[in-house]
Structure formats: C-alpha cells, structure tokens
C-alpha cells in the first residue's frame, strides 16, 4: 500500500474534510504490515472501499421556533459500512456538524463496531442544530423534522441510529417517537431509548464505564489500579458523567471537568451528589461548566483552559474531538501521567498521540476505549430482537468482558518487539480483520 499516493487521492477528492482526512490517515498508517502480508486484500481494492461511506444521505430540516420563526438547519445520515451488520452510530446535533467530521466519526465507528464483536456495521449522522438555549417544545419539533426526513432510511436491520453529543435521552425519544408514528412500527431502530419503551439499563452508563473498564486493563499491565489515582476527566456530558462515577467506584479521585467555557479543578474528588449535580448541569441546555464552582466553592474555574494542564495519573478525555493538543501533551508527560485512555472520539490530535506514545505512556484510542456505549446498543438490539429486559447486572457483566476482550485484541495485535503495547495499531488491525475479510468473502459490491 502506498499511503501518501493514497492520501494524497484522497485529499485531492475531498478538500479541506480535516478530521475525516485526518481518521483515515492514523488508521491507513498502522494497517501497512497487515496489508503487506495478505496480498488478496490489495487485489481487492479493500483499502480503497473501506475508506469511503457507502452513501451519504444530506436533507433540509425546516422547523419552527417559539418565536413563530422558520428555521432552517442540515441533516446527515453517513452509510460507510455494512460488512458485519447493519449500519449503527449515533447522532450529533452540535452548531459545528459538517461531512467532515461525520465522516471520520463514521469511519471509526466502522472498526469500533468490529471490536465490540456484536455485528454491527459503521454509520453517523446528525444536523448542525444548536441545542444552547432551546426550550423542550423547539428540540421536539426539531426532533420531529429530522424524523421527516430520516425515517425511511433507517430500520432495525438496516440503520440504527443513537445518541452524540447533544443527543441524549431526551432527543432519542422525541426522535422514537416520530418515527413511530411515521413507520407505523414499534421496532429497535433506535438505541439509547428510555427504560420502559425498549432502552436497556446500563446503557447511559455503558461508554464511560466502559471507558474505566477498559482503562482499568491498561493500568493491570503495569500492575496498578484506580485505587487512590487522581484523575483528570474533560466534559461533563453523558461519557464524562458515566467516567467519573465509575472512577469513584474504584477508588480513582475525579479532581477535573470540563466545558467549552473552560475547566473545573475540584481538590476534594468530584463523587457523590456532585456526580449528579453534572447531570443538572447539562439538562440545563447552557454548555458551561462555570456554575459547578459557585455550587462548591472549593473548586476553582480556569476560564478558557484545557484540564490537562492539572497534575493526575489518568487522563480521560470525554468532550470533543482534538481537545487534547501538543502542549496538553507535554503538560500530562511534565505531570508524569502514567495513561490517557479516549472516552470521546479522536479527542488527541496526532501531535498529541505521538508525544504520549513517544514517552511510553499508556494510550488507548476512543474506538477501542469508548466501545462500551455501542456495545450496549448492541446489547440493546439484541434484547429488542428478543423482546426481554436483562437486569442491570447481567448487561453490565456483558459490557464489562467485552472490554476485557477489546483489551485483549489491542494487546494481541498491538505489542511491540520491546513490550510497548501501541493500542492504536492493536485497534485498528483487530477491528480491520474482521471488516475486510467479510468484505473479501462478500465480493466486489
Ligand atoms: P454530550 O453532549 O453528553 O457531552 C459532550 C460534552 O463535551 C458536552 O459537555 C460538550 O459541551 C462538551 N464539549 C464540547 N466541546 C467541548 C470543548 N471544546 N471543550 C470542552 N468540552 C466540550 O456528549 P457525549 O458525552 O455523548 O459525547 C462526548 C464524546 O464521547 C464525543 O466525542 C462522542 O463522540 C463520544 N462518544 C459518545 C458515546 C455515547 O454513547 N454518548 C459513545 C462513544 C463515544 P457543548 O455541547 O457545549 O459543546
Ligand atoms: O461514538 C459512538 O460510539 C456513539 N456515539 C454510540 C453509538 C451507538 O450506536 O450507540
């Protein structure tokens, strides 16, 4: 595989879609041994329709607003691949949804899915709908208009969506129960959905939990625990929120969130009712994390600042993508931070991965580390597909040795000769394996 001629195709083709170029590039980059070594997926152009979406669905989302005033925003659906299962992702709603970014969230989500071992194709979507400042009534008919548009190219075994940032509990209902009424069906098509009309338990949990399950395997390797760690953890939505509980059940010290605003440094531990102050914080549909340090004057707020720049011994990033830069990088290495294990998707920009696995400090990436939250979608399906509820414990032991296992492919095929284990080729490579050889035996389509 020659990688710049075929980034250089790419970018020529798709200008300017940074983050979808960049996705591409960091997988494309650890996949070269594995190319090498079976010929038969260069023959079969595997590389080349991998890395483009099976089909890009774009649509206008008119609604109308409290004032009586018509608003007009861009709906996406990113089909990328269908090898193993039925296309399934989430949906973001956030004012900075472009292709670009759906398309490398979808391109990641491809091999996340694989990893999870549930048969799950890669698929994105979303609208660059602002939820700041919106009443309930608005993200409904919000809701409802996209559902217009989306219903029929969804289905319980073709597409299903989920949550994102911006796409929580609430908008999955809103979401469900349009299509309901538009499909004239009560199916699994979405997941996320609310306890008694087909969610699971532990699926609101399920991503940051899994994110501490999986960064709890990293930590064995060195023979630590979360046992008195203090950890730094930004955002402060629903993969944050599942983070920093599961932090505290395991001894861990939460001391950081944050927001697009800046961060919160609370030296007592973020545990308890603060935990749940988080989520009060988001409902509130303002997107700053400020008011945590009026609501408990020990903390402090660093206004327009990274968290990363606070002494820890895990750093957990939950928020956005590229969040975590060269110069937070340095800041975690100076601080002697032993691991970074992505909760969010692609939060680390490649300079920042680079200084972190430069320095032998443990790095997981987001498909690998947050595959906990569509994993329990998956989990969902399934309890769909069966019309039963498993109880809280039996889903979160599936969660919790799914990560054991997504750990253990990372390791199997993400070791290096000195014993570094590179978590990002281990992802990629285990997570491509099985996407490209159900491609191979399905032929050229
Ligand atoms: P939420 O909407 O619940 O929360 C996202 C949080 O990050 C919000 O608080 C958001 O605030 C904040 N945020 C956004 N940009 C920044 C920024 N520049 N600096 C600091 N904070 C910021 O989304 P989720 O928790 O669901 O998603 C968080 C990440 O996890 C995303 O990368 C998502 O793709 C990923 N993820 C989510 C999964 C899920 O099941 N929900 C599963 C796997 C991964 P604001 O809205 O103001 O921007
Ligand atoms: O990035 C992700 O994995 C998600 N937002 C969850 C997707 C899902 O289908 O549960």
């Known amino acids: 595989m020659d990688l710049e001629k075929l980034m250089s195709k790419l970018e020529k083709k798709h200008p300017g879609e940074q983050e979808y170029l960049q996705a591409v590039r960091e997988v494309l980059e650890t996949l070269e041994d594995v190319v090498a070594d079976n010929p038969q997926f260069e023959s079969a152009g595997i590389i080349e329709r991998i890395i483009e979406p099976d089909r890009i669905l774009t649509f206008k989302v008119s609604w109308v607003d409290d004032n009586g005033k018509v608003n007009v925003n861009l709906g996406y659906r990113v089909q990328f691949n269908n090898a193993i299962g039925p296309y399934k992702g989430g949906l973001r709603f956030h004012p900075s949804v472009n292709l670009s970014i759906l398309k490398f969230l979808g391109f990641e989500q491809i091999f996340k899915n694989s990893l999870t071992t549930l048969p799950m194709g890669g698929g994105k979507g979303g609208s660059d709908f602002d939820a700041k400042g919106k009443s309930d009534a608005e993200i409904m008919r919000f809701c409802q208009a996209f559902m217009l548009e989306l219903w029929h190219l969804i289905g319980p075994d073709t597409d299903v969506p989920a949550g994102d940032i911006g796409v929580g509990g609430k908008e999955i209902g809103y979401l469900y129960g349009a299509y309901k009424k538009l499909a004239r069906e009560h199916t699994g098509v979405l997941t996320g959905k609310g306890l ?6 532990i699926r609101p949990e399920a991503t940051g939990f899994g994110t501490v399950y999986f960064a709890k395997e990293m930590l064995a390797t060195k023979g630590e625990t979360f046992e008195g760690k203090k950890v730094a953890i930004s955002g402060f939505g ?15 010290k939460v001391i950081t969130l944050s927001g697009p605003d800046g961060y919160v440094y609370d030296p007592e531990g973020i545990s308890g009712e603060k935990i749940d102050y988080m989520l009060e914080l988001r409902a509130s ?26 002494k820890c011994d895990v750093a957990l990033p939950c928020a956005t993508q590229n969040e975590l830069n060269k110069e937070d990088a340095q800041n ?19 300079e920042a991965v680079e200084i972190i696995q430069e320095n032998k400090i443990l790095f997981g990436p987001g498909k690998a580390v947050n595959a906990g939250g569509v994993s329990t979608s998956g989990l969902e399906m399934s309890q769909n597909s069966m019309k039963l509820n498993w109880p809280a414990k039996e889903v979160d032991e599936k969660l919790h040795s799914i990560m054991i296992n997504i750990h253990e492919a990372c390791v199997k095929y993400g070791t290096e000769d000195n014993g570094y284990i590179n978590y990002v080729k281990g992802a990629n490579v285990a997570g491509f394996l099985k996407v490209a050889n159900a491609m191979m035996d399905q032929g050229i389509i």
Do not use: R
Not at 238 to 252: C, D, I, L
């Open 196 to 201: 008694n009309w087909g969610g699971s338990l």
């Open 238 to 252: 629903n993969v944050a929120w599942g983070a920093a509980k599961k932090v505290t059940e395991f001894g861990g």
């Open 285 to 310: 549909n303002q997107d700053i994390v400020a008011p945590y340090a009026i609501e408990f004057p020990e903390a402090e707020f660093h206004k327009g600042k990274h968290p990363w720049e606070v």
């Open 332 to 350: 975690l290495v100076k601080n002697n931070c032993m691991c970074v294990a992505e909760g969010a998707n692609m939060p680390s920009t490649p």
